[in-house]
């Protein structure tokens, strides 16, 4: 299988099917896409292929754009399984996680997958880890007033799906200890990107941000949610 070359047939196959996805909204390429993504993620635990799909760059970055789709409700499975695959890669090349810290729209598709994987526990907990690798990477203390403010509007426009998200997880008991922590350091490191924002808003607004305003009453959720369900 090595010889056939198969992990690179997949991922020349998926880059296809991921440049017709803007254009070609037939749901026989949703079924194709979502097939190729299993065949891969299958792939991705046997020894002989786990580095070479783990090691491949182009191969990251089809996955995260396929995160960032807009409209989920078409490919809600196939970002699935695309988290689920970014764990695995960032579970053994962490180095990666610094090409996509600053990716605020990666962070908001991330949020985006978890009403497509109410129930499938494992896509939950990927998406958990792969949250808590970008966020411990994100130093909010540094970052200019407009972007801080763009993390926190995709975090505070989520305030529902985390919310929910949250409320699912309590329900389920079996979280492996690795995942819980990282939940928990999604949730601290979440509280303390908003508190700097409420810190620096006022000068944001000074500066001409308010196309990007927070607003106030879901900020408040969001702080109060992360609160209740840190452990």
């Known amino acids: 299988m090595m010889k056939l070359g198969l992990a690179s047939i997949l991922i020349n196959l998926l880059t296809f099917e991921i440049s017709k996805l803007k254009n070609d909204r037939t749901p026989e390429r949703y079924s194709i ?30 996955l995260c754009d396929l995160v960032k789709f807009p409209d989920k409700v078409e490919v809600g499975n196939c970002c699935v399984t695309a988290a689920v695959l970014i764990a695995n890669i960032l579970s ?18 991330l949020l985006d997958i978890f009403p497509f994987a109410s129930d499938d526990l494992e896509a939950r907990n990927a998406v958990w880890n792969v949250l808590a690798r970008i966020l411990v990477r994100i130093h909010e203390t540094e970052m200019n007033s407009s972007s801080l ?12 799906l985390i919310e929910d998200e949250l409320l699912n997880q309590q329900c389920v008991d079996s979280s492996p200890v690795s995942t819980t922590d990282a ?12 508190n700097q924002w409420t810190t620096v808003k006022e000068d944001a607004e000074n500066n001409g941000n308010a196309e990007v305003l927070v607003n106030e009453t879901d900020l408040k959720k969001l702080l109060d949610c992360c609160h209740k369900f840190s452990k």
């Open 33 to 62: 896409l979502d097939l190729i993504l299993r065949a891969i993620e299958g792939l991705s635990v046997i020894d002989e292929h786990s580095q070479e799909i783990c090691s491949n760059k182009e191969l990251f970055h089809l």
């Open 92 to 109: 053994d090349v962490a180095d990666c996680v610094s090409e996509i810290s600053q990716d605020w729209r990666l962070l908001g598709g």
């Open 149 to 160: 403010c763009q993390f926190v509007s995709v975090l505070v426009r989520r305030i529902d």
């Open 183 to 194: 939940r928990n350091t999604s949730l601290m490191r979440i509280t303390s990107i908003v």
